[in-house]
């Protein structure tokens, strides 16, 4: 048995598929390592918003390239007539000069924003937004900052509504 054993681990051909197994065993778990680390590292912008129609909320963030369609975040916000918390994913390990909100096209009533905060990946709290920071930008009606809170509609056609949500710095 021990010599049939020493003849397998002499085979050449033997040793670099072992070799070959064990070099891509390290390489798996490295990078597994890596990226769940990314992953605990996520940071989320979380926004508490009450909307009168259900709708999805997009979040787009200029890395310094402007906005495009490759840098955004989207969550479904129902309308219930309750204050509601979404979390739009950001990107970490990157500088974000700018964040634009696109609310819902809402045809009728008011959007209300309570609360806009940056929180990591087990909900802390890192940074909350002066929400009198915030700016219409393109079909926001009536915009105003009422009782701590930002309020607004949607001017018909509506078809692409948006605000920015004022940061201190990138």
Do not use: C
Request: aromatic share 10%; charged share 20%; no cysteine.
């Amino acid at each position: 048995m021990k010599a049939t054993i020493k003849q397998f681990l002499l085979n050449k051909g033997i040793r670099r598929m072992l070799l070959v197994a064990l070099t891509l065993s390290f390489l798996v778990a490295a990078w597994d390592g890596l990226t769940s680390y990314v992953r605990d590292m996520a940071l989320y912008l979380r926004i508490s918003i009450k909307i009168p129609q259900a709708g999805v909320g997009t979040l787009y963030y200029d890395i310094g390239k402007q906005y495009n369609h490759e840098h955004v975040s989207s969550a479904f916000i129902p309308a219930d007539g309750q204050f509601h918390e979404i979390k739009l994913w950001l990107p970490v390990l990157t500088t974000i000069h700018h964040l634009r909100f696109d609310p819902p096209s809402v045809t009728e009533g008011q959007i209300v924003i309570n609360r806009v905060e940056l929180i990591d990946r087990y909900g802390r709290l890192l940074n909350r937004y002066d929400l009198t920071r915030m700016k219409p930008l393109n079909q926001i009606s009536d915009f105003s900052f009422e009782n701590g809170e930002v309020r607004f509609g949607i001017d018909a056609p509506g078809n692409d509504p948006y605000l920015d949500i004022g940061l201190d710095r990138p």
